[in-house]
């Protein structure tokens, strides 16, 4: 394999198989996302964030904003073995039930697991390897990142849907290929949707639809860079600038601004969104399996009665503290139909969810149950 022998080149001898699900890492400093809508409120980072025109597409109202994230270049060695120590921790670090960002080894069912890395450089590598320092560093509490040691090219990725949309509480996959011309274009991004369309942006397919992925037509800033566009600012305006409170409004063509089609369609991503739930806890990608088992647990009871608050009419994505709800009409009817037979099927994966979780707690250091509720 190219990586194999890029590896020996750089000074990777041959390392024992190690459990991935118990690989150490750091604890990283989640990055302040301005305005971004976001789950869990994060402390401010150096990182410095600017706001430039449109970048979300396909976009037709040209009111969103790009999250450009200053590209990091630390000095760093370009021994892959020595960041994979340090992204991993000292064998005495306390055990963190699970990490932001962490080294792994089984890619076998990546979405790019069968692309071939073809021929690289050593720039590419450190370029890489950059992209992983920046990732541990300044990822915010919502995104979590898995890396592969063996595939320094692919990345997954695990999104928290934002506070105030109808993805709230959802969890969103992403698997990501650095092809050899990296940065010189983009890395190439698969959504696991589900066979699912619940977003303008992401597709039934995976494809992800973004101009700063070069997926959709763009100019200037909006397009991607190589010497200030970074993985982390592909996650940030993923989470913050498709998975958003109108995603109606990111369609290419609008066939009508009234509200109440925007709150329709926010109906329909919801159930989706419950739909995609379910799928995931059913049957969870590799190495994400605790993070999915503590995030359902966790927010159990707010994903329900959510449900039944919108089934009651209270509007996708808002509080009970707003009090808004809809015109009960055929449409309404329709929705709430298909939300309670959802919330029905999700009720009850949550609960076998629930032993799962109780088991894990058994697993873990007692240190780390807190992360239990």
């Given at each position: 394999m190219v990586l194999n022998k890029l590896l020996q080149l750089f000074g990777v001898g041959k390392k024992k198989k190690r459990k991935d699900s118990k690989k150490k890492g750091k604890s990283i400093n989640p990055v302040s996302q301005g305005s971004l809508p976001c789950q869990c409120a994060a402390p401010q980072s150096t990182l410095n964030i600017l706001a430039s025109k449109s970048v979300l597409d396909p976009c037709s109202s040209g009111a969103s904003t790009v999250l450009s994230l200053q590209k990091d270049e630390p000095g760093c060695s370009s021994n892959i073995s020595s960041m994979i120590k340090e992204v991993n921790g000292s064998e005495n670090e306390d055990h963190k039930l699970f990490n932001q960002f962490d080294v792994v080894q089984d890619y076998s069912d990546h979405h790019y697991a069968k692309t071939s890395p073809g021929k690289t450089t050593k720039d590419w590598a450190k370029t890489i390897q950059n992209e992983w320092k920046l990732l541990?560093?300044?990822?915010?509490?919502?995104?979590?990142?898995?890396?592969?040691?063996?595939?320094?090219?692919?990345?997954?990725?695990?999104?928290?849907?934002?506070?105030?949309?109808?993805?709230?509480?959802?969890?969103?996959?992403?698997?990501?290929?650095?092809?050899?011309?990296?940065?010189?274009?983009?890395?190439?991004?698969?959504?696991?949707?589900?066979?699912?369309?619940?977003?303008?942006?992401?597709?039934?397919?995976?494809?992800?639809?973004?101009?700063?992925?070069?997926?959709?037509?763009?100019?200037?800033?909006?397009?991607?860079?190589?010497?200030?566009?970074?993985?982390?600012?592909?996650?940030?305006?993923?989470?913050?600038?498709?998975?958003?409170?109108?995603?109606?409004?990111?369609?290419?063509?609008?066939?009508?601004?009234?509200?109440?089609?925007?709150?329709?369609?926010?109906?329909?991503?919801?159930?989706?969104?419950?739909?995609?739930?379910?799928?995931?806890?059913?049957?969870?990608?590799?190495?994400f399996e605790t993070l999915i088992v503590c995030h359902f647990h966790e927010r159990e009871r707010a994903i329900l009665e959510a449900c039944r608050a919108y089934a009651s009419g209270m509007v996708v994505g808002s509080s009970v503290k707003d009090g808004r709800t809809y015109l009960r009409n055929k449409c309404f009817a329709g929705f709430k139909k298909s939300l309670d037979a959802q919330a029905e099927l999700l009720a009850k994966e949550l609960a076998a969810n629930r032993l799962r979780a109780v088991e894990l707690k058994r697993e873990v250091p007692a240190a780390d149950k807190t992360m239990f509720p």
């Open positions: 541990q560093r300044d990822l915010p509490e919502s995104i979590y990142v898995r890396v592969y040691e063996d595939r320094i090219d692919l990345i997954r990725a695990a999104i928290v849907g934002p506070a105030g949309t109808p993805y709230h509480d959802g969890l969103f996959f992403f698997d990501v290929c650095f092809p050899p011309e990296y940065p010189r274009c983009p890395p190439k991004v698969h959504f696991h949707s589900s066979g699912l369309r619940l977003n303008p942006n992401l597709y039934e397919s995976g494809k992800v639809c973004l101009s700063l992925l070069n997926t959709w037509l763009g100019s200037g800033s909006e397009k991607w860079g190589k010497s200030n566009s970074t993985m982390l600012q592909v996650l940030v305006s993923i989470q913050g600038l498709v998975l958003n409170d109108k995603p109606y409004f990111n369609e290419p063509v609008i066939f009508s601004s009234k509200e109440k089609h925007s709150l329709g369609y926010n109906q329909t991503a919801f159930v989706l969104t419950c739909k995609l739930m379910l799928y995931l806890l059913q049957k969870p990608p590799k190495h």
